[in-house]
């Protein structure tokens, strides 16, 4: 093969030719000074070949041809000298071909393959290109060791022919899985070749036989078709055989025809006379027109008992369906100036939800279909092992720590992103490889919850702080005071001699209203109410000094207006109000706001008559999940 075969294809202006041959002659010199370099600048002709087959762009070609030369010594000539949107292209395929090589390692599960196409959400070309180089690969693979080869076959049917179905690539599919398939399984390969090869003529004949039949009717009846047979390919024959428990002999898609019609009422009417030339086994009718596939395909499928009685399949569709069918994506990329159609965002529309059914199919289904989800809303990150977690845009390294462990998140400083260092607060982008850096000397601060963005991380380090005795304080819209809200509990405390006492209930016994406490100096007007007979109190070394009058309130007879402080998420107002409802209480007034951060912000107005009463309340309004704090803002008598 020479550049020439490709180049006479296409519609190139001189400077594209000139453009052509320049990255011809790079490629051939920089895979000159490997071992086998002839082999990989025919590996650059076979790849373009195969993308003009398919009417890739012009750039994508180019690109195929450049793809063996880019590595880290090619990448600044190739920007300098062919520009940033080729060089975009050979970058998303360097960025799957990595995450490919991660899907390899055991650690990783079938379900990781739902995250290898992420980087390519917003340019599906790179992916084509990888399609491409895969085919030609296994096309040449007999050059390659014993082991490589089973790897790449292996690679090939798990990854790049589901998601070359996935993209309505069904010729490419069919040859990886062939090629594949002679590899991993070369016994039951050439059984099923041997069986299909003493019957081949007689196949051939009755496809030859039945178009005939079928153009003459047609033509009759002024339908306008093209005709085509084929037989069925040699995976697809296994896998019916394994999954069915077949024998060859229970196949009755062997042998197919395709009719190709100029639009769909002509597809209904050929099936009619289809139907009426001969018979239809009950159950083997499919309208993929009416209701097409997920990835869009589109066609009438039947079998009928054909010529000489044997079951023959057919398939109806129009031109559009057909093209759709056998070039998928890439197709839309030939037609020039041509941005926007239905087809087009239909088919990239599908593309970018193909997550949808991920909470539904089990590890090894999955691997079998390949179903992806483009998330825009969503970004995907890899472990150095290979493990993919999912966080939401903007997440940090801080926020992808805590995922991985909380203790890792505790004791991260940073993080190395695809093997360079980066900070705390460095945003993740899909496809990132990130191996968090820790210390033991690290620990959370409340800095950090300016620099994480997932409500689940922030929760954890309000914890740890709380734990650790850093006071998380609400600040006011000026900078000329902070004020630190009490605890509910707190506001049923009457304190002798104090006016406005600061109050904390200690935390190691958890005083309740009814129960005997002591209240303990530890500022100012800072006073810490423990139970009567605490334990922790008797075991400190210090001991207190003596304890302040201090009780419960019995009576509010009041209308207490409570603030409750929670995580937002949906339905966290109805579950509130329905949690006073439920204890008998009207409620006067309530509103709900949202503030940064994902915090949300509940304010009532209730009637209560006694202490138990509201306590009993907040002690439930505490149990709901997401609420951080309950706080008596006013006490209306």
Known sequence: MELADITNQLRLTQSELSLFKKAYSFTKEVTSLRKNGTYFSFHALGTASLATSLSFDK?????????????????????????????????????ITRLTTLIDKPESKAEELRKVILATARDIRPLLIILCASLQTMRTLSHYPKQEQLDFSQKSLDIYAPLAYRLGLAPLKAELEDLAFSYLYPKEYNTIVNELVENKEEREERIKQAILSLSTLLKKRGIKAEFSGRAKHLYSIYKKIQTKNYTLADIKDLTAIRIITFNVEDCYKALDLINNLWKQPPGTFKDYISSPKENGYQSLHLVVSGPENKPLEIQIRTKEMHDAAEEGVAVHYGYKGVTHTRTIDKKLGWLKNFFEQREHSTSKEFKNLLKLNLFEDR?????PRGKVLEL??????????????????????????????????????????VEVITSKTQHPSLDWLKIVTISKVKTRIRHYLKEHGKTLITAGKTNS???????????????????????KLASCCKPLPGQPIEGYRTGPKRITIHRENCTSLKKTKTAPKKPLQVRWTDKIGADVELEIEAIDRVGLLAEIINTISRQGINIL?????????????????????????????????????????????????
């Open 589 to 637: 007034n309530a509103k709900a706001k949202t503030a940064a951060q994902d915090k949300a912000q509940c304010i009532l107005v209730l009637p209560i008559e006694d202490t138990q009463t509201l306590t009993n309340l907040i002690i439930r309004i505490k149990k709901i999940k997401n609420v951080n704090a309950v706080y008596i803002k006013e006490l209306k008598k």
């Open 59 to 95: 750039e994508s070609i180019l690109a195929c041809i450049l793809l063996p030369a880019f590595d880290l010594h090619s990448e600044k000539f190739i920007l300098k000298e062919f520009g940033e949107e080729l060089f975009s292209l050979l970058e998303g395929t360097k960025k």
């Open 379 to 383: 970004i995907f990150v890899f472990t």
């Open 392 to 433: 939401p845009p903007q997440a940090t390294v801080l926020d992808f720590a805590y995922l991985v462990h909380s203790t890792i998140g505790e004791h991260a400083i940073g993080a190395h992103i695809n093997g360079k260092y980066s900070p705390l607060k460095t945003e993740l982008n899909t496809g990132d490889i």
């Open 481 to 503: 005071f902070q004020v630190i809200k009490q605890e509910a509990e707190a506001r049923l405390i009457s304190v002798e001699g104090i006016k406005n006492p600061q109050l």
